[in-house]
């Protein structure tokens, strides 16, 4: 596929930045930040989100989505990016989608991929149990006891946890911690006896949930995928979820990048903007190029998910690597341009930073995707 | 069949019968390449006999119309001559600035006698060319250039000196800019001027560079007659000529950028070998290594992305903006970690267990990729104010 916009994406994308730009901002995060809102994000907006489509974007239209393709879904995750617009999009949309149409058998997918695609279920995966991502390291256990499982353990940094409906709980039905097989995905109703969970907000002011699991029960029909195999969906999963968030991700610098060559252009000093100082040219335009790069990396990676290619893995850690490194160093430089006023809560450019942090970390942090990126490549 | 599936399987065939064997082989650096002119330096004879095969097809130039000397095919069949050469590991048959730089201006700016007379011995190899454009005080800020040419009525008379002048010691014609006017802004009066590097007063002397190969020469001018016919486009207009074979240039040095066959990585775990779970041995130098080949891959689907912007007629964007800069750094990133992977292998001049100089050599020449046709700095101010709108100091 050729690495441009058709024009129905181009279309996607309009559609994306003038409603988000509306109905989605920085000034809306702070609003939700401040009444403390418990699930992070404005039910209503999400309603008029899902009216539009987004909600199924990427999921097939046989189940009730557009099938505009991950590639459809990446225009508006990078909207998002640029607006920090607060929205299930990720951890139901990006993720949960995607490793039910992973897994799922087709009774599964006829179900759940329609409720989704409605907007009437919140689902979200449960899989990490400390500060890093480390999938193999998974240690909750899921014990098979009849008909059912008898699930225990903890999680950490459950998206959108508060409002979840369903978890996809990921468990050892065997194998040994630090190995890839063993590991099941199994749907957890949020009213299951024996499941707590505890919101938790992160500095990006979002929730995530820390979940724990006591003894709960679920049918073995609850199981996506087969028991102990869940690691091939789940991986391909989590190197879509990652390209995901690489495009939010770069929507998020380019916005903190041209919010800052704006101040560039105002802020005077010495008698003369600052903009005009080679000091801060020079590493604006670095900065430039590098988001070229991020951008193009970006779409390559979207692609080849829609192409199926063999390469994704590689792909995906190098995406999220990139922008984990471009998004770092935007970030950082939009405060330190701005200078004492981007050290300030009333100034906007200050949100940027926190959500690039949580972004950046969410599914394997540079340091991970860089190390899976070299081990890909054969060293 | 379609019709691009039947030109690739008689380019295949023609490739096959009329490519020497010797031509199959990787070239050993810059040197190694077949430049052409009146006096072709060659090492192999086959380099001749594959150069004139090819020009007799067009196809040293496949993209330029047939009338020019070119092979008239278009973007999707020059694109299928490349792939069936790579897939015998042909060589190129003939690279020159004429092809690379003059070339372009000329098929732009050239009016249809000039075109006819110097198009075709370009590409048949016939005549080498090089560029005048840097001057002793004349580098980064090139507009305020001096080399001065005076109206003598069919001719100009040029004096001056010009640096950096890539091969003008093997060259037989240049492409000049110099100053047929002072009165207005440095860069009005500035004329695109062609002439003969055989002409009365023109004296050419080697530059010796850190890495022991002399591709630069001073070159002096001392009444050089340069013939009217000679003026590309109109006199003073040079710098819009000048800018715009710049262009080329950077296209062709931001090349340089693209992935080597073999990764840094493997070359790396070669030389340095890798622990247990497959990861080379140095964590450090693995980093870096992985910064790089990750910026590689970035920067490539880049290139590709724009090109195919270009193709899809949203015009050249302004990622195109950042090629020069990036991809220079790009190869001196990597020449770097040549040596950090390859270890004093890759220091020595000659010899086998030194690669026969080939990794030092490169790396020394890889630190003026950063320099020449505008320095790092200067294409950031490129980016600067053109792209970013920032404004002067």
């Known amino acids: 596929m050729a690495l441009v916009l058709t024009e129905e994406q181009v279309m996607l994308k309009e559609s994306a930045a003038g409603f988000l730009a509306e109905k989605a901002t920085v000034a809306h995060l702070r609003k939700l930040r401040d009444s403390d809102n418990a699930q992070g994000f404005d039910s209503d907006v999400w309603a008029e989100m899902a009216a539009m489509g987004w909600a199924g974007i990427a999921i097939p239209e046989e189940f009730g989505g557009l099938g505009y393709g991950y590639t459809g ?74 008909d059912d499982f008898v699930i225990s353990g903890s999680k950490l940094m459950v998206l959108d946890a508060a409002s979840a409906n369903q978890f996809i709980v990921i468990a050892r039905t065997g194998g040994d911690v630090g190995q890839q097989q063993g590991l099941s995905a199994l749907l957890v109703d949020a009213a299951t006896a024996g499941l707590s969970v505890e919101r938790r907000e992160m500095v990006d002011s979002r929730n995530v949930g820390a979940l724990v699991l006591d003894k709960v029960r679920v049918p073995a029909a609850n199981l996506l995928g087969a028991e102990g195999d869940a690691w091939g969906g789940l991986s391909r999963t989590l190197d879509i979820a990652n390209i995901g968030l690489a495009a939010e991700l770069l929507g998020l610098s380019v916005e903190a990048f041209e919010r800052t060559v704006t101040y560039l252009k105002e802020r005077k000093q010495f008698g003369k903007v600052i903009g005009s100082f080679q000091g801060l040219q020079h590493r604006a335009a670095e900065l430039f190029a590098e988001l070229e790069l991020a951008r193009s990396i970006v779409l390559q990676a979207l692609h080849a998910i829609d192409d199926g290619e063999q ?34 809560d009333e100034y906007e450019i200050g949100f940027f930073i926190k959500r690039a942090r949580v972004a950046q970390h969410t599914f394997g ?9 070299a081990l890909l490549s054969g060293f | 069949m379609s019709d691009l599936e039947q030109f690739r399987q008689e380019t295949r065939a023609w490739l096959e019968e009329n490519c020497p064997e010797s031509m199959r082989t990787p070239v050993k650096g810059f040197d190694d390449l077949y430049n052409g002119g009146r006096n072709p330096e060659i090492d192999h004879p086959d380099q001749k006999v594959w150069c004139d095969r090819m020009a007799a097809r067009g196809w040293t130039v496949p993209h330029w119309p047939k ?50 007379e110097h198009l075709p011995k370009i590409a048949r190899g016939e005549i080498r060319w090089c560029q005048g454009y840097s001057e002793p005080n004349a580098g980064s800020d090139l507009a305020s250039l001096a080399t001065k040419a005076e109206d003598k009525g069919d001719h100009y008379l040029i004096n001056g000196q010009k640096i950096w002048t890539s091969y003008a010691d093997k060259s037989d014609w240049i492409f000049c800019l110099v100053r047929t006017d002072n009165s207005g802004s440095k860069h009005e009066g500035i004329s695109f ?27 002096f001018f001392d009444n050089v007659k340069a013939y009217k016919s000679n003026l590309i486009g109109e006199e003073g207009k040079g710098w819009a000529i000048a800018k715009y074979l710049l262009t080329h240039e950077r296209e062709m040095i931001s090349g340089f950028g693209a992935a080597p066959k073999k990764s840094v990585g493997q070359m790396a775990v070669e030389a340095i070998g890798s622990d247990s779970s497959g990861r080379l041995a140095n964590g450090i130098l693995r980093q870096v290594i992985a910064q790089y080949q990750l910026d590689t891959l970035a920067f490539a689907a880049t290139m590709a992305r724009v090109g195919d912007e270009a193709k899809a007629g949203q015009g050249l964007g302004a990622a195109s903006s950042i090629f020069k800069y990036y991809g220079t750094e790009l190869n001196k990133r990597r020449n770097e970690l040549n040596l950090a992977a390859l270890g ?50």
Not at chain 1, 365 to 373: E, I, V
Not at chain 2, 96 to 113: C, D, K, N, V
Not at chain 2, 344 to 366: H, K, N
């Open chain 1, 73 to 146: 879904l990446g225009l508006v995750l990078e909207q998002a990016g640029r607006n920090l617009s607060a929205s299930p999009l990720q951890s139901t949309v990006l993720i949960a989608a995607t490793l039910i149409s992973e897994l799922g058998n087709s009774e599964q997918k006829g179900r759940l991929l329609p409720a989704i695609a409605a907007g009437e279920q919140l689902i979200t995966l449960a899989l990490q149990e400390r500060g890093h991502h480390a999938p193999q390291q998974t240690a909750t256990s899921a014990r098979r006891d009849g």
């Open chain 2, 67 to 116: 009338e020019y000397g070119g092979g008239g095919l278009d973007k999707e069949q020059v694109k299928v001559l490349r792939q069936e050469m790579a897939r015998i590991n042909a060589r190129s048959p003939l690279d020159s600035f004429g092809i690379s730089m003059l070339g372009p201006a000329l098929l732009h700016f050239g009016s249809q006698e000039q075109k006819l």
């Open chain 2, 344 to 393: 004093e292998q890759a220091l020595g001049w000659d010899g086998p267990e030194y690669r026969d100089g080939v990794v030092s050599r490169d790396w020394l020449r890889s630190k003026g990729n950063s320099i020449e046709g505008g320095t790092s700095e200067v294409q950031l101010n490129i980016i600067s104010k053109r792209v970013l709108g920032l404004p002067d100091a």
């Open chain 2, 193 to 219: 001027v062609l002439f003969d590097m055989a002409s009365p007063g023109v004296t050419t002397r080697p530059i010796k560079l850190i890495s022991g190969s002399s591709p630069f020469c001073e070159t």
């Open chain 1, 311 to 344: 390469e994704l893995a590689l792909l995906a850690s190098a995406a999220k690597a990139k922008l984990c490194e471009v998004a770092q160093r935007a970030s950082n430089e939009a405060i330190q341009m701005h200078g004492g006023i981007g050290m300030t």
């Open chain 1, 365 to 373: 942090d540079y340091n991970y995707h860089l190390d899976r990126f």
